[in-house]
């Protein structure tokens, strides 16, 4: 028996086939946004001291790292503070592409801490980073105004030309 991941809808005159795949996007904008909505609240809790640290053990590098952060005072609250809030948008559907270009620094120090400090804890940082490069596929018309070459800004302040 073969599975077919199309749905027949019936709209207007015609048979119109949707697929499932359309599905895909918000799948894994909900996914990511949980991650990081929960890892955001979380590290917050941590650091209030609602939830106690973790008993792990991490290697000497990561500790030192991780311990550095802690000391200047307001790195770990900015980090868990942004997680929540870029989790909060994806949840909610609201400034996705924001979101992902917010969080796509974090994603790839994620990814830099376990490939340099701790290899054991990878696999989250990869399902991560696999989900922002999807999302930033499939939100990719949003991004190309942001990745043109030359730039020019708005000459004054009732310059409408480039609005809309």
């Not at 890892?39 to 991490?58: A, I, K």
């Not at 400034?95 to 917010?102: H, K, Q, T």
């Not at 376990?114 to 696999?123: E, I, M, R, T, V």
């Not at 930033?136 to 730039?151: N, S, V």
């Amino acid at each position: 028996m073969e599975t077919d991941t199309f749905v027949q809808t019936h709209k207007g005159d015609g048979l119109k086939r949707k697929s499932f795949a359309r599905h895909l996007p918000t799948a894994g904008r909900i996914v990511m946004g949980f991650i990081f909505f929960a890892s955001g609240t979380f590290g917050l809790l941590t650091l209030l001291g609602v939830v106690p640290q973790p008993s792990t053990p991490m290697p000497a590098g990561a500790a030192a790292f991780a311990g550095a952060l802690a000391k200047t005072g307001y790195m770990m609250p900015l980090i868990s503070g942004t997680q929540a809030i870029v989790g909060i948008l994806l949840l909610s559907n609201r400034f996705v592409p924001l979101a992902l270009a917010v969080i796509a620094p974090m994603i790839i120090n994620i990814l830099a801490f376990h490939a340099f400090l701790a290899p054991s804890g990878a696999g989250p940082g990869v399902v991560v980073a696999a989900l922002e490069l999807y999302l930033a596929w499939a939100y990719r018309k949003e991004f190309r105004p942001m990745l043109t070459m030359r730039a020019e800004p708005v000459s004054g302040a009732n310059d409408t030309s480039r609005v809309g």
